[in-house]
């Protein structure tokens, strides 16, 4: 679960590049609703990677966790997102391990 803010701030610049990723493959395009919002297993675990990064990050970092995030290769992402035995998931570890470590290399200038 991300705050608000949070995911307002990074909504946009992933559903741009996950449409632009479509458009490419020529794949119907989607936009994002209030509610559940289906998504493919791959986009998924690419949208964590930007919300894990970005879930304590200011209002300064924030742009920076965007557009480090847009400028990954699709497949980059996913080296993050992996199976840790379900450390690392809990909302009381965004300061530790390898959510930290996202937030560390995408927030940094």
Sequence with gaps: MLKRPIWSAIAD???REFNDRLKAAK??????HTGTNLVDRLLGKELCVLAWAAETAND???PV???KWAALRPEE???AVRDDGGRGWATDDTQR???????LA????
């Design 65 to 67: 966790v965007c557009s």
């Design 77 to 79: 992402p996913l080296v």
């Design 106 to 109: 995408l927030s940094e200038r």
């Design 97 to 103: 391990g390898w959510r930290r470590a996202l937030f």
């Design 27 to 32: 794949v119907t395009t989607g936009r994002w």
């Design 60 to 62: 300064e970092q924030l």
């Design 13 to 15: 610049i992933a559903r």
